[in-house]
């Protein structure tokens, strides 16, 4: 029977309440130094996730000077309470590989980090740059606001109701329909995150403002497409994903997209695209400092007598009793396994200072003779 989070299985870091409750098994971890992040959680029974899942391949897009990114297999460890670093253990994965990754925990590393990683720098080619663009999107963006929908020339709204027939192109429903783009030029930028903060300015938008980027949607819909609660999997015969387990939408779609008489082929790569970001952007949660935030974890920690910035021996005196409940937390035994390790250490080093002068006076006793 296969493990779960609530089971023993150790993933090598503490899991987040979200983090079980979605039953994550896969987990993906950025630097953010002096940490390691987790920056996505995945179940894969519910949503495997492939290594091509973080690329993108879609010749249409303007090349810019993209960071490369890198996967592979990391160990977690920790550094302190809820704190963890992660050290690649494995080889680095073929990038556009559809194959669903093996449980576990993966780094990803761009192209400096790889170089202090020791992992090889390896030279890929065009279709191998990344493209995570709710990852390097300010998610004060994600509201919805009526100036993106404006922002739809007039001649592509009325080019893509017409190849739309009129109708929603999910629930094929007549009224109140609007206008919207896959994936909005404006935030399209996104896509290719390079090393020059600039890079706003001069992304090229054009093969973004394009009627295959347009969709013909009932109103109601807008916010569930843009907050990403669905997302259709083109290469799964136009099945429509439900990326938002806890909402109604279920009930107001089908559960395959059908591409219309005069559907334009092209589409298929933004709405490739927007399946990607959805899938990312929905699992871009779980991290354990979104439920204990350091400022937490440090009062917690001073409330049970053991400060971070205290040495162990001092701490040993104002350290709460064995007996006190808030030992039995989650947090409280992630605390007192840390503390436990920190006193070993002391313990270590104190042993080696009292061998050193046994050591020094046995030399005297030598040099005497």
């Keep these: 029977m296969a493990t779960t989070p609530d089971d023993a299985t150790d993933y090598g870091h503490f899991l987040s309440t979200h983090s079980k409750a979605m039953g994550f098994d896969t987990f993906f971890w950025v630097t953010r130094h002096p940490i390691a992040e987790l920056l996505i959680g995945v179940n894969q029974n519910t949503t495997p996730m492939t290594c091509a899942l973080f690329s993108t391949s879609d010749d ?12 592979c297999p990391v160990e977690i460890t920790s550094t302190g309470v809820l704190q963890y670093w992660m050290t690649p253990n494995g080889n680095v994965f073929e990038p556009n590989s559809e194959a669903p990754l093996p449980t576990g925990n993966y780094g990803i590393f761009f192209d400096a980090e790889c170089m202090r990683s020791g992992l090889p720098a390896l030279q890929y080619s065009r279709e191998h740059y990344v493209s995570i663009a709710w990852y390097f999107w300010d998610e004060s963006k994600a509201n919805i606001d009526q100036s993106l929908l404006n922002s739809i020339p007039a ?28 994936i909005p030029p404006s935030v399209a930028w996104t896509s290719h995150q390079t090393s020059d903060s600039s890079v706003e300015e001069h992304w090229n938008q054009e093969p973004f403002v394009h009627v295959a980027n347009i969709l013909t949607i009932q109103a109601s819909l807008v916010v569930y497409f843009y907050q990403h609660y669905f997302a259709v999997d083109v290469d799964d015969g136009y099945k429509i994903i439900i990326l938002k387990t806890n909402c109604d ?23 490739r695209m927007h399946f990607r970001y959805s899938i990312i952007h929905q699992n871009r949660k779980g991290d354990i400092h979104d439920e204990y935030t350091v400022d937490t974890v440090a009062q917690i920690m001073f409330d049970l007598g053991v400060p971070w910035d205290v040495p162990v021996g001092e701490a040993m005196e104002t350290i709460a009793p064995p007996h006190d409940p808030r030992w039995e937390t989650d947090l409280g035994r992630e605390i007192r396994k840390d503390f436990e390790k920190r006193l070993a250490i002391e313990l270590a080093r104190s042993l080696q200072l009292m061998e050193e002068p ?4 046995g030399d005297l006793e030598n040099n005497s003779d």
Aim: with cysteine; charged share 35%.
């Design 60 to 71: 249409d897009v303007d090349e810019e000077e993209c960071q490369k990114i890198y996967i």
């Design 358 to 361: 046994k050591k020094g006076d």
């Design 249 to 271: 939408i279920r009930d107001m779609l089908p559960t395959h997209f059908t591409p219309g008489e005069n559907y334009d082929p092209a589409t298929d790569t933004f709405l």
């Design 155 to 182: 001649q592509l709204r009325n080019a893509a109701t017409l190849r739309d027939s009129s109708r929603c192109v999910f629930t094929d429903e007549v009224e109140e329909l609007t206008s919207v783009w896959i």
